[in-house]
């Protein structure tokens, strides 16, 4: 699997699917390239699915000081020039949009539209950094991604119940990764103010799941107000990480979504 090279950072990346638009799957903070297993034999058949183990994450190893959001987004222009991949689409986990949506701010002509699901995301308010702050005492307890009762934190308790198998796995793939210090992703340095998003026009959902106590199960509609002209969709048996909880639904929200807004080849 390819690497690329961003200021002595190796970056872990793979491609499946020879054909279509180009679509980067970008994890949260419990996951990397494996946490997207249901959603690659799917959308690879008509779209090139990118996966990416964000910096500090699986393969991506680098320095602690180096692992930080503020460096996501470049991350990604980097490998889509490695690719020589002008534009792409974006699908992002929770942490993910730190990558993306930061993206989309900063290069929206490489963004063809952007999906964010579970996610305060960067965009500030006094809302979303008070979710963050409470969401980043879970990740840095240690309890995010364990292998006790809160392995799926955040989740659809009944589905833990039902699926302590699928629990078990996603806390085993987040074992994977170097440890990551949440509290970074409240820097000033990665918050995206009203005036970053003028002009903004990149199509956009924020996505959340009705059963997400790791946020809350309100928290997409607060932060889709944060965001011109973003949407907004409700999992309705999922919590935090509905493409784990809810694969088949999530898939099919995210490729109608994909329709609208890029050309599959078939």
């Not at 309890?143 to 308790?157: A, C, P, Q, V, Y």
């Not at 309705?236 to 999530?250: C, L, V």
Request: hydrophobic share 40%.
């Amino acid at each position: 699997m390819p690497y690329a090279m961003n200021e002595g950072v190796k970056l872990y990346y793979e491609i499946h699917g020879e054909k279509g638009h180009p679509v980067f799957f970008i994890h949260g903070g419990g996951g990397n390239t494996l946490a997207w297993f249901q959603q690659v034999p799917f959308f690879s058949r008509n779209y090139r699915a990118i996966l990416v183990d964000l910096r500090g994450f699986k393969h991506s190893a680098c320095p602690p000081e180096k692992v930080h959001p503020q460096f996501f987004a470049d991350d990604i222009r980097v490998i889509m020039d490695a690719e020589g991949l002008t534009q792409a689409a974006f699908v992002c986990q929770s942490l993910g949009a730190w990558a993306g949506l930061r993206l989309a701010v900063q290069s929206p002509e490489r963004v063809s539209c952007l999906f964010i699901s579970g996610s305060p995301t960067p965009a500030y308010s006094e809302t979303n950094w008070a979710i963050l702050r409470s969401s980043g005492d879970i990740f840095n307890s240690g309890k995010f991604g364990g292998t006790g009762r809160d392995s799926g934190i955040g989740w659809n308790r009944d589905f833990i119940k039902a699926h302590p198998d699928i629990a078990f796995l996603y806390s085993q793939i987040k074992l994977l990764n170097g440890p990551f210090d949440a509290r970074t992703m409240q820097d000033d340095s990665i918050k995206l103010y009203p005036q970053d998003f003028e002009n903004y026009t990149v199509p956009t959902i924020i996505a959340g799941g009705a059963h997400d106590d790791f946020l809350s199960p309100e928290s997409h509609f607060h932060t889709a107000t944060l965001v011109p002209g973003a949407g907004t969709y409700t999992f309705p048996d999922a919590g935090h990480s509905a493409y784990f909880e809810s694969p088949e639904e999530f898939n099919s929200v995210v490729n109608a979504f994909l329709t609208k807004h890029v050309k599959a080849q078939k």
